[in-house]
């Protein structure tokens, strides 16, 4: 049994995403077209002290760390600092107000372009709090219109590889973090972000409210809003029980007409009316072969 690391996408039977799917494209959208209203506040969710309120010791931390004079080695930095200290409090805080001016510059333009260039598309995953989405009531609520839609779980690399691979790089990765939405401290953030090589922005950029922490995102971005993929990165999809007849058949005949997604498994979600949960049960290879003779006669008349 393939146990690599999955990613999941729900879909609502709309019949522009059986053609993305037919396809092999995914939709990335504007952060401020996502359902979240507080999306897209997250320049407001930082706050830039003053240098004449922030400890040197976390302001000579953060600088040793950074990649301010990055031709310096440590031990140089370090013989900087000290120099520019020993000519006295107000060169001091002259070189710490610039250094800070421009880790503030160097972070807003940041997330302007994040807000602005970026799209973005959402995809669920195992957690502990989630355990599977394929169990979820409200990830298929939400986004699968009400077990009408349908669900593909994705190879989680390698869709990344492919997706990388068709939008010539320039691919983001962002593990959504849940928490309270307060204002936070950007110089400190930053500080524990350089000290521990992270690459990302960390909170800043991946924070949402721990309301939202059921769905348990991950979140891909690229600067198009279509990009294609290798169909084979596909591992499974689920149908919803109650999706329309006809649908349910198109969506069907999609796969098991495409020779590279001809081998996916697919399955059904439904009601489990004695344990009140949402389980899913394989779909036989003759109800397959029955819907998609029914779907290709239906389009000849």
Not at 20 to 47: Q, R
Not at 81 to 107: T, V
Request: proline share 2%; net charge neutral; with cysteine.
């Amino acid at each position: 049994m393939d146990d690599s690391p999955k990613l999941y996408r729900f879909f609502s039977d709309n019949l522009d995403n059986f053609t993305a799917l037919s396809t092999s494209y995914l939709w990335f959208s504007n952060i401020e077209a996502f359902n979240d209203p507080f999306e897209g506040c997250i320049a407001d969710l930082s706050y830039y002290v003053k240098a004449e309120d922030y400890s040197d010791k976390k302001f000579i931390k953060l600088f040793k760390n950074s990649s301010a004079f990055s031709h310096l080695n440590l031990e140089q930095k370090e013989s900087m600092l000290l120099k520019i200290r020993c000519e006295g409090g107000s060169e001091w805080l002259k070189f710490k107000r610039m250094q800070l001016d421009i880790f503030e510059k160097a972070h807003r333009n940041t997330v302007s372009t994040f807000l602005q260039e970026y799209r973005w598309c959402c995809f669920s995953q195992s957690s502990k709090e989630l355990n599977s989405p394929l169990s979820s009531r409200l990830m298929w609520s939400h986004y699968a219109n009400g077990l009408r839609g349908f669900l593909i779980e994705f190879d989680k690399e390698k869709l990344i590889t492919s997706l990388d691979y068709h939008n010539q790089g320039d691919v983001l990765k962002s593990e959504m973090v849940y928490d309270n939405l307060q204002p936070m401290n950007f110089f400190d953030h930053l500080g524990d972000l350089v000290e521990n090589n992270s690459p990302t922005l960390g909170k800043l950029l991946s924070l949402k409210s721990d309301d939202w922490s059921y769905e348990s995102e991950f979140r891909i971005g690229t600067k198009k809003s279509i990009v294609h993929y290798d169909p084979k990165v596909i591992t499974r999809i689920v149908i919803g029980e109650k999706m329309n007849q006809r649908y349910k058949d198109l969506l069907l005949s999609i796969f098991r007409g495409h020779k590279k997604l001809s081998d996916v498994l697919i399955e059904e979600a439904y009601v489990d009316r004695y344990e009140f949960a949402i389980k899913t049960r394989p779909i036989k290879d003759s109800q397959i072969s029955n819907k998609i003779k029914r779907v290709e006669l239906s389009t000849l008349t």
